[in-house]
């Protein structure tokens, strides 16, 4: 199940020019690793940076200027909702992505309250989380 705020589209990447520049932020490196690497080889989109720490997030967004910012509900630290009102409110042009394992429909919807433009669960398939970034990115050029 892919959770998509309202202003969120699918259809094509408007308004932004060359791959996609992201920041990952998930605590599980391995999985992070394959994420980074999978994603790049899409062609689309280009990871610029990551971390597997929350409190880092608005840190490197700032220093990095992402399109976008996938976010891991679950991070130590701050948590993903925290990461995400931070990230949206000192960093207002980087869309956020919220990745979850587990969370409820609760847990989601307190991550697309907190500024996510979409929620993504880990267990979709390579694709969903490749088109919300494309929506993701599509949104934030909006």
Same mark, same amino acid.
């Given at each position: 199940m892919i959770a998509y705020a309202a202003r969120c589209r699918l259809s094509r990447v408007e308004?932004?020019?060359?791959?996609i520049r992201i920041v990952v932020i998930e605590?599980? $490196? *391995?999985?992070?690793? &394959? =994420?980074?690497?999978?994603?790049a080889l899409t062609g689309e989109i280009e990871v610029v940076g990551s971390a597997g720490h929350g409190a880092d997030a608005v840190d490197i967004c700032r220093e990095l200027a992402p399109d976008v910012v996938l976010v891991d509900y679950r991070l130590p630290g701050?948590?993903?909702v925290e990461v995400t009102?931070?990230?949206?409110?000192?960093?207002? $042009? *980087?869309?956020?992505? &919220? =990745?979850?394992a587990a969370a409820g429909d609760r847990e989601v919807q307190a991550m697309l309250d907190a500024g996510a433009v979409a929620c993504v669960r880990k267990h979709e398939p390579l694709e969903a989380i490749r088109e919300s970034v494309?929506?993701?990115?599509?949104?934030?050029?909006?």
């Open positions: 308004g932004v020019a060359g791959p605590d599980n $490196d *391995v999985f992070r690793d &394959a =994420l980074e690497l999978l994603l701050l948590d993903g009102r931070a990230v949206h409110r000192d960093c207002p $042009d *980087v869309a956020v992505v &919220a =990745l979850t494309l929506a993701a990115a599509s949104a934030g050029a909006s």
